[in-house]
C-alpha cells in the first residue's frame, strides 16, 4: 500500500473508532489539524500517541520519523493570523511540517464515545451495576458526556481511593468531603475525564471523580454532602492511550503501520 493511501487509512480508521460527530463542535476543535501527508517517508508509517502536543513529545516524533502524531488535545483551538518560532505551539507546528509529521486530534470525540476515555475512567471504581451517559448525543446510544455508574456495592472512599490511584497509575489526589472517609457509603459516582464541572452541573452523586474542578465548583459538591475526587486534568486521560493503542492496532491491523505511546508526555503538575 502507497504512502498516501495508507495515511488515508489510518486517517479512516481513527474516524471510524471516534466519529467526529461524537465530537462538541461548539468549542472543540477536532480532526486533522495538520495535513504533511505529502512528503515521502520510506519506512514503516509510524504513529505516535500522546494527550498533549508538547516540544518534548515533538523531539519524539522527529526521532522516531513519525508519519502522524495522534494527540488527544487540539493544540490549534483559536485563528491563526502568523506563525512565529517565537510561540512554542507555533514552533512545533513549523517542526512537525518540516519533518512532514502530520497530527490528528481527536479530544470529545474519545470522551463521547462508547470504549472511550470515560468508560476507561469508570473502570478505576471496581465492579458496576449500572452505567450510563449524563450528556446523551442524540444521534447513538450509549454515545455522550459523562458516565454516571452505580456501584455494585456500597463502597467507602478509603476503599475507592486506592482503587483510583492504581488505575490512573498515580501516588496522590485531591479529597473534597465532608463524610468520614472510613464510612462513608459510596454508591453513585458522577465520572467525566478532563474537567468535570459543566457535565456535572445537573447531576446528583454520592461522589464526583474528575481531573478538575473550579474552587467553587468543588465547594458547592461537598456543601450539598457530596464527595469530590480530583486527579489533575490529563492524570485523568493518559493512561487511557494504551487501550487506544490497542483499539488501533485491531482496526489498522497492518504490520507496516507501527504505534508507540510517548514516553515524555505528563501531566504538568506535581506534587512538590
Excluded at 449524563?134 to 472512599?157: C, F, P, Q, W, Y
Amino acid at each position: 500500500m502507497s504512502s498516501p493511501a495508507r495515511f488515508q487509512r489510518v486517517v479512516a480508521g481513527i474516524q471510524k473508532l471516534y466519529p467526529i460527530a461524537y465530537a462538541d463542535s461548539s468549542w472543540d476543535n477536532t480532526g486533522l489539524l495538520v495535513d504533511a501527508s505529502g512528503v515521502n517517508k520510506s519506512d514503516k508509517f509510524h504513529i505516535l500517541l500522546t494527550v498533549d502536543l508538547t516540544q518534548s513529545v515533538v523531539a519524539e516524533a522527529i526521532k522516531a520519523r513519525s508519519c502522524l502524531v495522534l494527540a488527544y488535545h487540539p493544540f490549534i483551538f483559536r485563528g491563526l493570523k502568523s506563525i512565529t518560532p517565537n510561540d512554542p505551539q507555533q514552533s512545533s507546528l513549523i517542526k512537525l511540517i518540516h519533518h512532514g509529521i502530520s497530527v490528528y486530534c481527536p479530544h470529545t470525540s474519545v470522551d463521547a464515545a462508547k470504549g472511550g476515555v470515560n468508560d476507561w475512567l469508570a473502570l478505576a471504581l471496581g465492579e458496576i451495576k449500572e452505567k450510563s451517559v449524563i450528556e446523551k448525543n442524540a444521534a447513538e446510544e450509549d454515545v455522550g458526556m459523562g458516565r454516571l455508574v452505580t456501584l455494585s456495592r456500597a463502597a467507602s472512599l478509603n476503599e475507592l481511593v486506592p482503587k483510583i490511584k492504581k488505575h490512573l497509575g498515580i501516588n496522590h489526589l485531591q479529597l473534597a468531603t465532608k463524610k468520614d472517609p472510613d464510612t462513608a457509603a459510596i454508591t453513585t459516582v458522577a465520572v467525566c475525564a478532563g474537567s468535570g464541572g459543566s457535565v456535572f452541573r445537573n447531576v446528583d452523586a454520592d461522589l464526583y471523580l474528575t481531573g478538575e474542578l473550579s474552587h467553587h465548583e468543588a465547594l458547592y459538591f461537598k456543601e450539598k454532602g457530596s464527595s469530590v475526587v480530583i486527579c489533575n486534568h490529563s492524570n485523568t486521560e493518559r493512561g487511557f492511550l494504551s487501550v487506544l493503542k490497542e483499539q488501533l492496532a485491531r482496526e489498522l491491523d497492518d504490520p507496516e503501520i507501527v504505534i508507540d505511546i510517548s514516553a515524555t508526555d505528563k501531566d504538568p503538575f506535581v506534587v512538590v
